[in-house]
């Protein structure tokens, strides 16, 4: 078993769910989006996170979407995503997806934390329910949790916990938090593999300021691919025009609501789910909406035409 550590790099890709129309999950399409993430270049998968859906899937289904997602793997690190309510659920799903298979399992913070020093407990009690054992990747996404953390406070939680190996950066602006956290392993701190989200829409930047790739979405992860490749090999002109060619689609999914949609009919459309459906509560796309991805997608290939 692979597992997550400090050093970890490259694209672990956030997948979405594959729901049939009626809801159910569709295990056939998980099969196909675990081989097209593979064959497109990515190091690693992550499931079950905000963009997964996974406050509306049981912990039976969970734990199904874990089992078939570690079976199609074969190898491939898969990260869960475990954020609940409470620490209960939390360890539960943890330690059945560390038995599995899982390569470590990834944390957001409640919106109900508002100190640093809440923040700080909190994921000491997180690494104590779950065990010091199991890899920890500490997700910082405050424009959806509302949980802002400071440099100084992740610095804290990673030296006193070293289970904490990963951060999925997602902060907004956050290009200046990356080369903080890194000067200060410059300056003797433990170091943290950083994975970067956001729909990617900062990619370039956030490599050139000592990211270590990408953790997030995009219905072409191929693009993330290339941009953490070109961008370790020193070439950034060329990693950014790659990048460009791709951007107004990227900008398109980072709206709130509609952004997973854009991301399944994208998916659907290449043939890697079946449907583009999601779990109720959802909104689907209009008409006009899908018109205009449609437009984006033929911007996108003639760009990457003229690229060569």
Known sequence: ??????????????????????????????????????????????????????????????????????????????????????????????????????????????GNLRTNEQIIAYYGNVVEAIGAEVPLCLQDYPLTTGVHMSVATLGQIFETHPSV???????????????????????????????CGNGGLFLPEEMQRGADGAMTGFAFPEMMVDVCRLSDAGEHDRARDIFDAYLPLIRYEQQPGAGLAARKYVLAKRGIIASDAQRRPSSGLSKLEIAEIEALLVRQERRLRELG
Not at 3 to 15: C, F
Not at 33 to 55: H, K, N, Q, W
Not at 166 to 193: C, F, N, Q, T, Y
Request: charged content about 20%; aromatic content about 4%.
């Open 165 to 195: 190996v990963m951060l999925k950066h997602e902060d907004w602006p956050g290009l200046a938090k990356i080369s903080a956290l890194r000067a200060a392993e410059a300056a003797g701190r433990r170091r943290v593999s950083i994975l």
């Open 1 to 110: 078993m692979t597992l997550i550590n400090t050093r970890t790099r490259g694209v672990y890709v956030i997948a979405p769910t594959p729901f049939a129309p009626d809801g159910a999950i569709d295990g056939a399409s998980i099969d196909r989006m675990i081989d097209f993430y593979r064959e497109s270049g990515a190091d690693g998968v992550t499931i079950l996170g905000m963009m997964g859906e996974a406050p509306k899937l049981t912990l039976e289904e969970s734990l199904s979407v874990t089992r078939a997602t570690l079976r199609r793997a074969a190898g491939m690190p898969v990260i869960v995503g475990v954020s609940a309510p409470g620490l209960a659920a939390i360890r539960e799903l943890s330690l059945a997806s560390m038995d599995l298979g899982a390569a470590g399992v990834m944390v957001a913070a409640p």
